[in-house]
């Protein structure tokens, strides 16, 4: 892979590795939004201008029906399946262009899930049959007062006794908060609990239509082009043909619906960077103070090939993690841990490049004729969607003990761009089990890089930390403490991190120099977290001394920092909006 091919550029984009219809239809998004130009595009931004035009598109184009509808609803259609590699294409587009856009596609899929995981037959092709018709759907987990918390829903169903007519089995009463594409969903998941049954076993998933008369749209609860809902039902009337699951079943989906679709976050992040990164270094480097080039300034430079290879690891990661989300199934399951990486990580990633980026230009980042606004405003959205980072990270550490010191063999996991339909993510069954799922041997893909300095330093830190929770882990009060296991889970993540990353590398051929530039910040990362775990109140004696003895200072190469950089000058004016 060329320098240049490792950022998205609407000019010369074309992804090749996929097949002709796909690749049609990528590019036919970014000629849309090309033709619109960069005026229209930040005007209804800040007029918060309803994303209605693009819907039409995406119907016109059939976009959205043939991404998003699985084989088995495809009436033999060759074109339509769910197929992860090309969503992501499709995901990094929309995020590029802007957030909002991305939204109505984000809420489709998560509306989707509840519905293509359900045995329900009408409900799966009323869902196609919209789709094809250009609709949209949306996703009724939250609520005000339990955000996320699929326990605690108020969303009740109350059994009908009259039901001879056929009409209702339940009257829906209940409301529910920030619900993308509330105003228009043709169908919309809704996750609520009956009357009549105590506990787990009383959990409903069940489809309303946004248009009925009982579905009160009560308000836009943002200010913005994106349509984030609260809504009510009223006696809304729900039918047997309406339920999509019970009981545990629909605690499930609602779990696995959302290890679908919080993976869309990392590319919607990586996209927003990239067009950031265009504009930023453009204006810097074509910017004079005191006499000199903007970019001349070594904070600058600094600024600059820090944010650039945190940017293209995101990409690195993320594109593995499609392979192994793509390729599990019952008896590999490793996904579990790399989708909420993807959405912890690398949406967190995603705010610290945008930080140094806007370090650099500074107050030109807030002027109204900038992308980098709209992304400035926008990038911290993603780390706080789909359940917080927090949460996430608090998942993340279920993983530890079998990642770090129980290994399994595993075939080695391809390149997935090929056009199958990923029907495993309808069938991923109970969400129990997660600290069972077993990895490779992690050390092994740091041996074989051995040679580059700074992975091998990076290499001895993740060995101290496996060495630190062998012999100084957390006791019995750390492990209720979550301040104290997050930055333990912030550690073990840059260790995962670098094994796709370096997975990902030797895939497309990185270049060396900008594979050790990506270790330099994986070592002072992790001697971050470790200064702040020695910092916590509850750290002892010994995990303060494994903090001092885990801290290492990248290996110092100044021609490779300058190579590095001349990647990152080679963007200047590579792209820019049309106006």
């Excluded at 550029?9 to 590795?17: A, S, T």
């Excluded at 908060?177 to 009956?194: D, E, H, K, Q, T």
């Excluded at 390149?415 to 089990?433: L, N, S």
Aim: a negative charge; aromatic letters at 12%; glycine letters at 8%.
């Amino acid at each position: 892979m060329t320098v240049g091919e490792l950022l998205l550029n609407p000019h010369d984009y074309d992804p090749k590795d996929f097949d002709p219809n796909t690749r049609r239809l990528l590019r036919a998004t970014i000629d849309w939004f090309e033709a619109r130009g960069k005026r229209r595009l930040l005007q209804d931004d800040l007029h918060a201008i309803w994303t209605g035009d693009f819907l039409d598109f995406a119907g016109r184009e059939g976009l959205f029906a043939t991404f998003l509808t699985p084989a088995s609803e495809a009436n033999g259609d060759p074109n339509k399946r769910w197929d992860a590699a090309r969503n992501a294409a499709l995901s990094e587009i929309l995020g590029f262009y802007g957030l909002s856009y991305w939204y109505l596609w984000q809420v489709t899929v998560l509306g989707l899930g509840p519905i293509w995981m359900s045995d329900n037959p009408t409900a799966r092709r009323r869902a196609a049959e919209q789709l094809d018709a250009g609709g949209v759907m949306a996703f009724g987990l939250s609520e005000r007062e339990h955000g996320a918390d699929v326990y605690s829903t108020d969303m009740l169903l109350t059994p009908r006794t009259d039901t001879a007519d056929g009409t209702a089995a339940f009257r829906a009463n209940g409301t529910k908060y920030y619900i993308g594409n509330g105003n228009v969903a043709g169908m919309v998941s809704v996750f609520g609990r009956r009357t009549d049954i105590e506990g787990a076993d009383g959990y409903v998933f069940f489809v309303v239509d946004s248009r009925h008369l009982h579905y009160r749209l009560i308000d836009n609860v943002v200010h913005g082009q994106m349509y984030v809902s609260t809504f009510a039902l009223r006696d809304y009337p729900v039918r047997e043909e309406d339920i999509l699951h019970t009981g545990a079943d629909a605690f499930s989906a609602a779990l696995n619906t959302v290890n679908v679709g919080k993976f869309n976050l990392c590319t919607a992040s990586i996209g927003i960077c990239e067009h950031a990164f265009f504009e930023a270094i453009t204006h810097a480097h074509n910017r004079v103070l005191y006499g000199r080039r903007v970019t001349d300034f070594p904070h600058v430079r600094a600024n600059f090939v820090d944010a650039y290879t945190r940017l293209v690891a995101m990409k690195l990661f993320s594109a593995r993690a499609v392979d192994y989300f793509r390729s599990a199934g019952p008896e590999d399951r490793r996904y579990l841990l790399f989708n909420p990486m993807t959405k912890a990580k690398i949406t967190s990633e995603g705010e610290s490049v945008m930080a140094l980026l806007h370090d650099v230009i500074a107050a030109k980042g807030y002027e109204k004729d900038t992308y980098f606004r709209e992304a400035a405003e926008l990038i911290g959205t993603l780390p706080k969607l789909e359940g917080t980072v927090h949460v996430n990270v608090a998942l993340i550490l279920k993983f530890i003990p079998n990642y770090l010191f129980n290994p399994a063999s595993y075939p080695d996991v391809a390149t997935r761009t090929d056009p199958t339909d990923d029907a495993f993510f309808w069938a991923q069954g109970p969400t129990r089990g997660a600290g069972k799922v077993q990895f490779q041997d992690w050390t092994r893909v740091f041996d074989e890089h051995a040679d580059i300095p700074n992975v091998a330093r990076f290499h001895e830190q993740a060995l101290e930390l496996r060495e630190l929770l062998a012999t100084a882990g957390p006791d019995d009060a750390q492990r209720e403490d979550l301040d104290f296991l997050l930055t333990v889970g912030h550690l073990f993540e840059l260790v995962v991190y670098g094994q796709l990353i370096l997975e990902q590398a030797d895939i497309v051929g990185l270049d060396r120099d900008l594979l050790e530039q990506i270790f330099d910040f994986q070592i002072r990362d992790f001697s971050r977290y470790a200064v702040a775990l020695h910092g916590k109140p509850s750290s002892t004696d010994a995990q303060q001394e494994w903090a001092i003895g885990a801290i290492r200072k990248p290996a110092v190469d100044t021609e490779r920092f300058d190579r590095v950089w001349e990647q990152v000058v080679g963007y200047d004016g590579a792209y820019e909006m049309r106006p």
